[in-house]
Each structure stands twice: as structure tokens, then as C-alpha cells.
């Protein structure tokens, strides 16, 4: 028995939970027809109320990532999903977002892996890469484990969103799932009267509201290297009314594409950053995930080439059979089947490479318009001497743009400036500000 309490307290202190339960299953079995065992499980109940109550909670989050029910798509571009919802009877604003994260070149096979559990564990450098630089400070209170602990975040909204400060004190913890190829960390707003082994929450910071959020993000890394991440969100800012403008920076993307955009960004610089300097000096976080996710990755592996090498010599078998003799070996009717099958492979073919033509053609297209894009901007800089109007309609872009994307993804932002000051004349031909006027619609809000 003291075996399977050890193998339980070093699963919890790995922050393994479902291999911590499975520690938790065997004890209580062993309690069950042993006095001792019994009175044991009882001391340390609280213990593994807390790891079972993980498990729930984790399940849970990544049972709703993985859902689409309930779910509006709000955008769909460039490789990242983003998925609304308001949850009915409830004040939360309930977003998703999912990208899978290519593996680096010549870097290590769990390089993205790393860098992508890195941007979330190293808390007080999350300020960097948050969307609108909203994010003013996330200070770690307390380490629980060594990916468990008590945070507090601070949020100053901007000038243009007519709500005060935020705070939120957070319980993050991160779940090595390295079993599953995989890592979330859980986080969650911990109420005024929590306190847990001598850790009580602080009181609001003067000139803070406190707000309620919980979520998750996912990490799961596949066989080549490249990474699956998934981040939920359930956000109550505490109002009384949710302004339109908030309301449709979330249902319209805007925050979540940006949120991913700064990853990608931040995972492409990761050599040599901030992030990587803080996991070089702290192995003892870091190491041992990374040498069992390689265990991990290298049994899949193998088991993947074995799998191939069955599958190789199947296919060779099959190609033989149909390169001997046909007279003897196929009837008239297989010859038919076999004479259909390689009409379908050309016809498969075929179509392969209409697509492969049909991409090249796309390709070309984006990358002649990126290219008109450049001259365009460059046209801009160089055309000091334009007329008042002109100057006047880029200054009202740059505004209603910058305004925009606070509500939508930059790309459509960029759009729809486009659109909006395409007619725009002053009314003062001096070109008086004061004699313009814009009235925005975006999507009917």
C-alpha cells in the first residue's frame, strides 16, 4: 500500500491527473477490503477529492473544445478557427480558437511543442503577445507544483471601451498528458474566501474590478513535430450590460485571431527570446516533460514504421500478383476490375493535378496581389503632394481601421476601411477635419 501512495504523490507532483486517478482507483480497491488501507484513504481524502475534481474539470474543458454544438463559427482563415457562443442564463462570453502549428526545420522535434508551453507557463511574460496589449500584468502569487500556481492578472481596457480596470486572481494548472502526446493547463478565478495551505486571496487592487474567467489551452504534438492548439475561454467582465463594441470583438473573432497571430509570431522568434533563455534555466520545469514527450514520440514512431513496412509489403505482394501471367493467375473478370481500378488512378491522377495546377494559379494570384499591396502602400508614402482630400480620406482610414480591428480580424478591418472612406470628400475644401463625417456599419452592429 505505501508502494501505491508514492506512485500517487508523484504523479500529483508531476501533475499527471488521470494517472494520479488511476493511483486513486487502486488505493480505494485496496481500502475496500483493508481496515488500514481504509483509515489511510480517509487522512488523505481531501487529496484525492482534489485530483478527481482535475480530472472532472479537464475533461470537461476539452469535451467543449472538441464539441460543435452550441458553437457559431466566427472565423475561418489562414490555417485558424475561431468559435463563438453566449451561454444562455449565464453572463459568460464563451470563445475557441484552433491552429495547428507547423515543426521547425532543422530544430528538435518537440521545439513547437516546447516553445508553445512556454508562452503560457512563463506567466509574467504573457503581457508581450497579448491581443491590444490589454494585458497589463499576470504576476505569479504562489507555486503550488511545479506548472500549478495562484496568479493575478490585471486588464486595462483602452480608451475607446467604456469600462475600468480588471483583475482577476487565477488558479492555473498545467496537466501533463504527455501519454496523449499532449499538455493543457486548466486555469480559473478563485473567490474571496479560497485559501489553500496557507495561500488566501487578496483583496482588489484599488482602482480594480474583479472579473471571471476559466478556460484552458491544449497543446498536443503530432509524430512530425507539429503542434495542435486549442484554447478555450469563458469571460464575465462583471456588467451590468456588455457594450456592443466587446461583444463584437469576441463574436466577430477580432481578439482570438489576433491572440493566435501573436503566438505564431512568437513561436517563429522563439530562438533565443525571452522564453527560451527562461527554459534553459529551469530545467527542473521543463526537462523532464521534454525527455518523456521524446519517449513518447519515438515509440509512436516506430510503431507508425512498422505499420508502413506491413502495409509495403502488402502492396508488393498485390503488385506482383499483378504483373505474373494474367492468363493464369486472373480470370476475365478480375482483368476488368483491375483494367477499371487503373482508369480510376488516372482519373485520380488527373484531378490531382488539375488541383495542383489550380494552386499554383491561386498561388500566383495571392502572391501578385500581395505584391500590388506593397506598391500600393509605397504609392501612398511617396505621394506627398496630393491633394487635400486625398490626405484627409488616408488620415480617416488609419483611424477607422485602428477602430475596427478592435471589433474584427485585421484582414477584414482592412477591408472594410477600404470601403467606408472609398467616397469621402471634406466638406471644407481647406481641409478641415471638422468638416467630415463617418457613420460606421459593421454587419449591422
Known sequence: MASAWEAFDKAVELDKPYEAERCANELEAIASTNHEAAQELDKRKDAVQRVREDVEEVTRLLSEIKSDEGWTKSYDKKGITVHFKKQEGTPFLVTKAAKVF??????PITYTFMALVS???????????????????HETL?????????????????????????????????????????????????????????FT?????????????????YVEIRPDGSCLFENIQFLDLKLSFVPPMILNALSKGALPVEFMNNLTKQVQSYENSDWEIRVARRPQIYEDVRIRLEAVLTSMNRAASSGEHDEEDDNATYYTAQDADEDEILDENDREEVEDDLVDDRSVGQSAERERQEGKRVSRRESEEDVQSDLDEDEREKDINAPPERKLRWGLRGVLQSVLEFVIPEDEADEYADKATAWIEPVDRRCSVDGAAIVILVDGT
Open 201 to 217: 486571496v487578496p483583496e482588489p487592487g484599488s482602482g480594480y474590478t474583479r472579473m471571471e474567467l476559466s478556460g484552458a489551452y
Open 119 to 137: 508562452l503560457f507557463a512563463e506567466v509574467e511574460l504573457m503581457p508581450k503577445y497579448f491581443p491590444r496589449g490589454l494585458m497589463k500584468t
Open 142 to 198: 504562489k507555486e503550488e507544483t511545479k506548472f500549478s500556481r495562484f496568479t493575478r492578472i490585471r486588464i486595462h481596457p483602452p480608451m475607446l471601451m467604456p469600462i475600468s480596470n480588471r483583475e482577476a486572481i487565477i488558479e492555473g494548472k498545467g496537466f501533463d498528458m504527455t501519454e496523449r502526446s499532449a499538455m493543457c493547463i486548466a486555469f480559473k478565478t478563485l473567490a474571496q474566501d479560497f485559501s489553500r495551505d496557507g
Open 102 to 107: 507547423p515543426a521547425v526545420p532543422g530544430k
